[in-house]
């Protein structure tokens, strides 16, 4: 299998090169796809060195950690059930000079927040392409106090297996593209708190936003059935890096997650829909909700409302209700509430304050009729 190395650090200008103000940050040096053994043999060109040690969950060490572990000679711990700060502090006892995450998004999220505490390098090696924390600083980790979100650092290096990632469960690439769709709205509501509160915003995030939805459309020429050609996948998983590389230049979230986010937040914690697909819920209606009172959304037909339904179908998330097994009063409550969730990000549902029947209307007529 051949070895693509993208050298990510050396491409991003400087946040003076901007002139944006935002941090920039250079840890992420490159992004490595290949077969993981070969990106392995990389870690020391990098400076990123021994001793070892592999994080992952029961599910992915079957997969691929233990392969890793014993490639590495690196101790190995499994991450299970909700995550405990001073256990796992105490069990990695600042030993370790590089920490590896090995799975989907919960276990490299805990192992960016654990390497962040320790100081340790962090090297991410996906084995699900199921949203866009690949790359990216923001780590969410699930504690006994709830669902808790830190900015912590982005991975050294981050290591793409095409042919581990193809055999993730469909439901998984789904999600990876719900969250990919959802740049398509967080990106506007980025701009209006730029336009209309003066807020801070970064051209080279910018650019990489717009193309991770391109890379994400692109992606959608490979899918049939519930398939996706090793293409597509590839189209994927950029679109998802480069999500995450807005964040990593801003050190915020702000660029990647808008109002859908804030919608489906609520739908994740209440009916424990999968991140990706909550968020693409929340994509289509913001979207509808831009559509119908920001002047200055897409005038690009393939970023609308009815094409994110289209989309959403072809990838098979489902947007029936009866599907979703969300009732639609508890739908039009994720729109009210989600302005809550994050007060301070001005967002569509911050400027447009809709009533309960306005709203109603809005989510029969995107769910009720979808078919």
Request: net charge negative; proline share 4%.
């Amino acid at each position: 299998m051949l070895i693509e190395e993208v050298k990510i650090s050396e491409k991003l200008p400087t946040s003076i090169e901007c002139g944006c103000g935002f941090p920039h940050d250079k840890t992420l040096k490159a992004v490595i796809s290949g077969a993981v053994e070969e990106g392995l043999n990389k870690l020391d060109e990098y400076s990123i060195n021994p001793p070892y040690a592999v994080l992952c969950d029961n599910i992915t060490y079957n997969i691929l950690g233990s392969k890793v572990s014993e490639y590495l000679q690196a101790d190995c711990f499994i991450l299970q059930g909700l995550f405990n700060e001073d256990y796992w502090l105490s069990k990695l006892n600042h030993s370790y000079r590089t920490i590896i995450g090995v799975g989907g998004g919960t276990v490299l999220d805990a192992t960016k927040y654990l390497a962040y505490l320790t100081s340790s390098n962090y090297v991410a090696i996906p084995t699900a392409p199921s949203n866009d924390g690949i790359v990216s600083p923001i780590a969410v980790v699930f504690t006994p106090e709830g669902r808790q979100t830190y900015v912590a650092r982005p991975p050294c290096l981050t290591i793409i297996d095409l042919s581990i990632l193809s055999s993730a469960p469909w439901n998984l690439k789904a999600s990876g593209f719900g969250d990919a769709f959802a740049k398509i709205t967080s990106l506007k509501d980025w701009e209006l708190g730029r336009d209309e509160l003066h807020e801070r915003y970064c051209v080279t995030a910018e650019k990489h936003l717009l193309l991770s939805i391109n890379f994400a459309l692109k992606a959608l020429e490979y899918v049939k059935e519930e398939r996706i050609e090793t293409q597509g996948l590839n189209y994927l998983i950029q679109s998802l890096i480069h999500s995450g590389i807005a964040m990593i230049i801003t050190y915020s979230s702000r660029p990647a997650t808008g109002s859908e986010h804030l919608i489906g937040r609520y739908l994740e914690l209440n009916y424990k829909i999968q991140h990706g697909i909550a968020v693409a819920i929340g994509t289509i209606i913001a979207a509808k909700i831009h559509e119908l009172y920001n002047f200055y959304w897409w005038r690009e037909q393939s970023y609308n409302c009815s094409s994110l339904l289209r989309y959403c179908r072809q990838v098979g998330i489902p947007l029936s209700l009866a599907d979703l097994k969300v009732p639609i009063d508890e739908i039009v409550n994720a729109i009210i509430n989600a302005p809550k969730f994050r007060p301070e990000r001005y967002t569509i549902l911050h400027k447009v304050k809709l009533d309960r029947e306005n709203i109603l209307s809005i989510v029969k007529d995107l769910f009720c009729n979808s078919s």
